[in-house]
DNA sequence: CCGCATCCACCACGATACTG
DNA sequence: CAGTATCGTGGTGGATGCGG
């Protein structure tokens, strides 16, 4: 049985499935701060400072998308001052093992795909 | 060991490197072309037949920046009328494993992410 | 048949300032 | 502390038409 048979899981219905979680998941931010997340519950301050580079408001908005897919749990404390916090659900926590894979997949291959492009890109941009 | 030691593999250097990988193989059609290539060599009009609703200049451009990369390969037959095959490089072909991983995962959640924002949708938007 | 060029709409994202 | 509001920008992607 050769693997590309269970390519049919990718491309299954055009890819309108896969496309649909893929564009969610995929954007700038998300896996990062669900990989953050795994360490534990955190508050919106702690998270942005693990999360380098991240601004106010795409924290935020990562959170709200995280949240609302039911990836995430909020948790807000009626105090003053306020104290929120965020957690992975299971289901965010089983996003984590395909997420490493593809992280070392990347992290193993950078080197490579820079040479390539390095090798390809001397003609233009 | 928590599983969570490995996601140093993701934050790693704030994320520079997974981020910067992943930002080329996340866009809208790049898993999908990758996917279909799986299949074999094929030419630019079964993939665009075979990777429903990507424009031209979608395939076109995914093709090249797969091809920048490393993971396509790209055959020109000088013939008239042309012809050109694509097919994946070895390095192409180890992205599929993680590749699937993560479509596995979004096969088998994109139900319950479809109900959780059902359920936290109906306020807004 | 293959694929590039142009025009255009949209939205992801960043910076900044303000609120409970 | 934990956001929301507003503005501006660049890149992504769709439609169309042309060229080798």
Redesign the pocket.
């Known amino acids: 049985m050769s693997q590309y048979e269970h390519t049919c899981l990718i491309r299954g219905d055009g890819g309108r499935t896969v496309r649909a979680v893929l564009?969610r998941i995929c954007?700038?931010?998300?896996l990062l701060v669900v990989a953050t997340l795994d360490q534990g519950r955190l508050?919106?301050?702690?998270l942005?400072r693990l999360v380098p580079?991240?601004?106010?408001?795409?924290?935020?908005?990562?959170?709200?998308h995280l949240e609302r897919d039911g990836l995430v749990s909020?948790t807000?404390y009626p105090e003053v001052?306020?104290?929120?916090?965020?957690a992975l659900t299971p289901m965010g926590r089983s996003l984590i093992p395909p997420a490493l894979a593809l992280a070392g997949w990347a992290v193993e291959h950078h080197a490579q795909i820079q040479e390539s492009r390095a090798a390809y890109g001397p003609q233009a941009e």
């Open positions: 564009d954007d700038k931010w998300t508050r919106f301050t702690e942005q580079g991240i601004s106010q408001r795409m924290l935020t908005l990562t959170l709200r909020r807000a001052p306020p104290r929120v916090e965020y």
